[in-house]
């Protein structure tokens, strides 16, 4: 279960939504509503215990082991068809940032006076992200 976790695309967009709403409490609290001032332990701790968990995990699953990688854990490529299905998923999120970047670019110079602007863009961008590979992975499943 742990593994499945670590491996849901709406799992880091979760967190991704998260992270960005702790950035913008903490480095905006003037400037952003009081319900976006978020303690940061709010994911650390969360984060804290499913790292704890994992060596719990790999006692007990010692055949699916959650191994730490710099490859993305949803790039589940096990076979021919998990990576054409992960090659088309892939592909759709970079026509989405090679397309969104520069609208990112002008909303970002023409909303200038949104201090905290450019962190809702990026966690919007990184949630759309995970969101799109994920609705690619389920169209094929």
Same mark, same amino acid.
């Given at each position: 279960?742990?593994?499945?976790? %670590?491996?849901?695309?709406?799992?880091?967009?979760?967190? =991704? =939504? +998260?992270?960005?709403?702790?950035? /913008?409490?903490?480095?905006?609290?003037?400037?952003?509503?009081?319900?976006?001032? +978020?303690?940061?332990?709010?994911?650390?701790?969360?984060?804290?215990?499913?790292?704890?968990?994992?060596?719990?995990?790999?006692?007990?699953?010692?055949?699916?082991? $959650?191994?730490?990688?710099?490859?993305?854990?949803?790039?589940?490529?096990?076979?021919?068809?998990?990576?054409?299905?992960?090659?088309? *998923?892939?592909?759709? $999120?970079?026509?989405?940032? *090679?397309?969104? =970047?520069?609208?990112?670019? *002008?909303?970002?110079?023409?909303?200038?006076?949104?201090? %905290?602007?450019?962190?809702?863009? /990026?966690?919007?961008?990184?949630? +759309?992200?995970?969101? $799109?590979?994920?609705?690619? &992975?389920?169209? &094929?499943?």
């Amino acid at each position: 279960m742990l593994k499945s976790i %670590y491996q849901s695309p709406i799992f880091n967009a979760v967190l =991704l =939504l +998260v992270f960005g709403m702790i950035m /913008l409490g903490n480095h905006y609290s003037d400037d952003v509503p009081s319900w976006l001032n +978020v303690d940061p332990l709010v994911l650390g701790i969360p984060i804290l215990i499913l790292i704890l968990a994992i060596p719990l995990h790999n006692m007990k699953n010692p055949k699916n082991k $959650v191994k730490p990688t710099l490859i993305p854990m949803e790039f589940k490529e096990q076979d021919e068809g998990l990576q054409w299905i992960t090659y088309k *998923a892939t592909r759709k $999120v970079y026509i989405f940032f *090679a397309s969104f =970047l520069p609208i990112a670019i *002008a909303l970002t110079a023409y909303l200038n006076h949104i201090p %905290y602007f450019p962190v809702i863009l /990026l966690t919007g961008m990184a949630i +759309v992200q995970y969101l $799109v590979f994920w609705l690619e &992975h389920k169209k &094929h499943k």
